[in-house]
Each structure stands twice: as C-alpha cells, then as structure tokens.
C-alpha cells in the first residue's frame, strides 16, 4: 500500500523567513503533485514534478523530487501571509493518495 | 474559481439517513472524482468516473455508491449514515483519466450526521 507522508504537520513562522516541508513515502511514485487548500475551498493544484530530481520554480515556491522518486519537499522563500493554508502532496497511479498535509501559518 | 460545482454546500441529517451530493465537472472535463476529508484522515479518494464509467475505486465504503450520467454530472450516494461520516466530500475534474491531469477541485458539501 502506497503511503504519503508529510512533515512537519504544523509549522508557524514569522513573515519573510524561508521554509521547507516534506513529503516522503516508501514507494516510487511515477510522478507527486502538490496543492495548496484554504479554509472552506477545494485543494488548488500548484505544481507536478515528474522526472527523479526534478526542480521546478513557481514565484517564491520551490519543488524538488527526490532522485529515486520517493520523496519531494516544497520550499518557501522569504514566507508571505498569502502563503498561509494546508500543502497538500499527491501521488498514485491507478488509485491518488493524499498526504495528510502541512499546515502551514505565516505570522505577519 | 475552479468551474466545479457541488450541491448543496452544507447538509445536516440523522443517522441511518439517506443523502446524495451532486457535482457538476468543468465544461470539457470527461473524469470525475470523489473523495472525503476528515480532520483525522485527511483527504481520502473515493471514486473516479471517466466518461460515465468507473476508473478507479478508493476507500469507498459499500455504503456509498456513485454514478456519472450521460451530462457528465456526477452524484455520490451515502446511506445508512453514521456519526462518523461526517465531514467534506469534494469532487474534482480533469480533462482525462490520467494522473499527471490537473483536478479542479470544488468548493465542498459539508456533511454534518447527528
């Protein structure tokens, strides 16, 4: 049975510091997508890493897949308020499994 | 945005109750899914439609059922209710089946069972 999971659970920071949050299973995944979700909304899907040791830039976030396709983390630079919100990661082939998500609050 | 609709947005009920949730997909997208968030499961997938046709099945208990209809709406069934099927049941839609296709997730039915 594939699992995700996702570390830390909770993490609070004050604005403009730099973070990063995992997402590690002992499965290879094909391919791990990330979303963020906010309170009372759908997840809204960020990014899609594919190839092992893929790096891929959205704004301030960063996404990394591990080389052997195991593990990814997402890493914020100089954290905004706006990026409060559950960080969500997403695998699977025939069936999609969640991550249980970081929640993440960045204090202003 | 996303372009997903679901109904109703919130839903009180008993236990032993019947409800369905709907969820219209984005225009365009031929795959639907289901899934349930609680606080202490996250977000579990339940069910993908593909064009009418079942694709692929999560931990949907055998007191749920789902369907997609030739619109390509979808609806997800829940019956015999119990207290601990309460929580968000999304559903998301994709262009096609595959996973590397994006899902637009919609706004969520709360389920509240008393």
């Known amino acids: 049975t594939q699992l995700l999971e996702q570390s830390p659970q909770f993490l609070s920071i004050q604005e403009g510091e730099n973070l990063t949050v995992y997402c590690n299973s002992s499965?290879?995944?094909?391919?791990l997508q990330w979303y963020r979700q906010e309170p009372g909304e759908g997840p809204v899907l960020l990014v899609t890493?594919?190839?092992?040791?893929e790096v891929k830039k959205l704004k301030r976030l960063t996404f990394q897949f591990g080389d052997a396709r195991k593990d990814s983390s997402l890493h914020i630079t100089a954290a905004q308020p706006g990026d409060t919100g559950l960080y969500l990661c997403?695998?699977?082939?025939?069936?999609?499994?969640f991550g249980k998500g970081t929640r993440l609050h960045i204090l202003p | 945005d996303s372009g997903v609709t679901q109904t109703p947005k919130h839903l009180i009920t008993a236990t032993g109750q019947r409800v369905t949730l709907r969820c219209s997909p984005r225009?365009?997208?031929?795959?639907v899914y289901w899934y349930q968030q609680s606080l202490d499961q996250g977000l579990q997938f339940l069910i993908q439609?593909?064009?009418?046709?079942?694709?692929a099945k999560g931990n949907i208990l055998e007191r749920f059922s789902a369907q997609q209809f030739p619109d390509l709406h979808s609806e997800l069934n829940l019956s015999s209710l119990e207290l601990g099927d309460s929580a968000l049941y999304f559903c998301?839609?994709?262009?096609?089946?595959?996973?590397?296709?994006?899902?637009?997730f919609g706004p969520g039915t709360r389920l509240t069972v008393t």
């Open positions: 998301a839609s994709s262009v096609d089946g595959g996973q590397l296709y994006e899902q637009y």
């Open positions: 499965s290879v995944f094909s391919s």
């Open positions: 890493v594919v190839t092992g040791g």
């Open positions: 997403a695998g699977g082939d025939d069936k999609i499994i």
């Open positions: 225009s365009g997208d031929l795959s």
């Open positions: 439609y593909y064009n009418g046709e079942e694709r």
